[in-house]
């Protein structure tokens, strides 16, 4: 017999939801067939068969929330296909013998002012379990790292009550008769319901504000229009704008280092490397894998980057770690035809870029006016962690080297 077990789903990803089951119990599987869907909070990823058999007892059913580790069903061979109908009494009666034995004894508090490691607090933070509630098993009684993943995976483990709101959501006021009848209520996928979470918590904790500024597209047209054909018959990829704006903030950043930088409690974190985050829209909701090291990759390496995250966005093939580290996003709002836009910023960065539709406009170029293609830019980004003057000045050194794209190459 095999046990079919919720595999490690990356950093901070401690549950999972059961999407749907691709068998049913009795049903012959073979080997890394694929099983059971789960829906995290990042990704939808596919449970393989570890071995070859019959599928018996499904332990964890369709909407079940499970955590990392957690027990969802068991292959037999066919033989021993009946067995796990008379193994389900055991296991459900084993299940809450062993609750009480996962929560420890009571620990010694400690005082609500005392220092918490950094782990503990970013782990606290993610999942939102409060670690001054944790019994910490460390010198003095502190909350260690284990500690918290032993929380959270307690937590996880817990009854999540399928049809009950977040404490945050409204209930909405019964529709009439009438109207209810031509309504379709459809439950949030975890990603859309963490999708909404973590734009709120931004809102809430950030003091978050937009600058404004637009850009005069013709230079980078020109250039993308003059080598398009060449580029893509020998990188393989198509030449967008993508590259350019990618070049452009990472040399603002070099600039502007605050907008790199994040909020650690009382600390701020400046980082010395640029993984740039790419928002993706697709059926099943926004999602942003990162670009890593963009100062080491050329324009024609972001590009094919961002092409293969595009295309395995959509067919759900994303791995969590790939949209995971991100120090600034570029969400491109163009691509659907808005004009202009105040983006949200994702957490915990502290900046992100809204490119929109390039427009043609009439413009004063030299006391003349001319039509140029004409592109708004929008930087949302944290106040407590960036500056006025910083902001603007970052946007204006990213307007500077695509107004004139030779700037990217001289690294000016």
Not at 95 to 110: E, M, T
Not at 273 to 290: M, R, W
Request: proline residues 6%.
């Amino acid at each position: 017999m095999t046990e079919i077990r919720v595999p490690t789903l990356g950093e901070s990803v401690t549950e999972a939801t059961i999407g749907r089951w691709f068998k049913k119990a009795g049903d012959a599987v073979a080997v890394d067939e694929p099983l059971v869907e789960l829906e995290t909070d990042k990704v939808t990823i596919e449970v393989p068969a570890p071995s070859a058999g019959t599928l018996g007892e499904i332990i964890a059913k369709d909407g079940e929330t499970v955590a990392v580790g957690a027990l969802l069903g068991q292959i037999t061979d066919g033989a021993a296909a009946a067995k796990p109908a008379a193994a389900a009494p055991a296991a459900a009666s084993a299940k809450p013998a062993a609750a009480p034995a996962a929560a420890p004894a009571p620990a010694k508090a400690l005082p609500a002012d005392t220092p918490q490691a950094p782990s503990v607090r970013k782990l606290s933070a993610e999942s939102g379990v409060d670690a001054t509630t944790v019994p910490g098993s460390g010198k003095d009684g502190r909350v260690t790292k284990g500690d918290m993943l032993a929380a959270i995976e307690r937590a996880a483990s817990a009854p999540t009550p399928v049809n009950q709101p977040a404490a945050s959501v409204q209930v909405r006021a019964p529709s009439p008769a009438d109207d209810a009848a031509r309504e379709e209520r459809v439950k949030m996928t975890r990603l859309r319901q963490t999708i909404a979470r973590r734009l709120k918590d931004v809102q809430n904790t950030a003091a978050m504000l937009t600058t404004f500024n637009e850009v005069d597209m013709t230079n980078v047209m020109a250039l993308r229009s003059q080598y398009k054909d060449v580029f893509e018959k020998k990188h393989g990829s198509k030449l967008g704008f993508m590259g350019f704006f990618t070049k452009a903030v990472v040399q603002a950043l070099k600039d502007i280092p605050a907008v790199n930088a994040e909020i650690d409690g009382s600390d701020l974190i400046y980082k010395n490397y640029y993984h740039i985050g790419v928002a993706v829209g697709t059926d099943k909701g926004l999602v942003v894998p990162v670009v890593r090291d963009c100062d080491h990759k050329s324009i024609a390496d972001i590009e094919k980057g961002i092409a293969d995250f595009g295309r395995r966005a959509r067919d759900g093939q994303l791995k969590i770690d790939e949209m995971q580290g991100g120090t600034f996003t570029i969400t491109n709002g163009g691509i659907y035809g808005s004009l202009m836009s105040t983006p949200i910023l994702n957490a915990p960065q502290s900046g992100i870029l809204g490119m929109h539709k390039i427009q043609e406009r009439p413009v004063v170029v030299g006391g003349k006016i001319e039509v140029r293609p004409m592109m708004y830019l929008a930087l949302s980004y944290d106040h407590r962690v960036i500056d006025g003057k910083e902001a603007v000045t970052f946007l204006v050194r990213v307007k500077e080297s695509l107004e004139d794209p030779a700037r990217l190459v001289l690294d000016l």
